[in-house]
Nanobody
Framework: EVQLVESGGGLVQAGGSLRLSCASS????????IAWYRQAPGKGREGISC????????YYGGSVKGRFTISIDNVKNTVYLQMNSLKPEDTAVYYC???????????????????WGKGTLVTVST
């Protein structure tokens, strides 16, 4: 059984930083895609970033490029999202998702990954 567990959310002031973690278990194989998404209140889901396990290729959405960094620790089976220069509009529930097809990273913003975590809330205050 695949499990994805997000952590690291919380309340932060604008301009601050947070690091989210996505701990995975049950994912087998040498390659898969892991992505971060978010959903703000009253809005649709937004793909933020994706990383491939085999070679660490990264993909970013325009709204977070330059502020957020995705990384992977293959020993700990954990993907991180370092979020800097946070803005009130970054307030959302953040989800990680995974898919055994690594090429899904190229389509993560428009496609549905196979496995999802339950999310962690990030609130950015003014």
């Amino acid at each position: 059984e695949v499990q994805l567990v997000e952590s690291g959310g919380g309340l932060v002031q604008a301009g601050g930083s947070l690091r989210l973690s996505c701990a995975s278990s049950g994912l087998t194989g040498d390659g898969y895609a892991i992505a971060w998404y978010r959903q703000a209140p009253g809005k649709g889901r937004e793909g933020i970033s994706c990383i491939t396990k085999s070679d660490g290729r990264t993909y970013y959405g325009g709204s977070v490029k330059g502020r957020f960094t995705i990384s992977i620790d293959n020993v700990k089976n954990t993907v991180y999202l370092q979020m800097n220069s946070l803005k009130p509009e970054d307030t959302a529930v953040y989800y990680c998702a995974a898919d055994p097809r690594e090429h899904m990273c190229g389509f993560y913003r428009v496609s549905n990954m196979d496995y999802w975590g339950k999310g962690t809330l990030v609130t950015v205050s003014t």
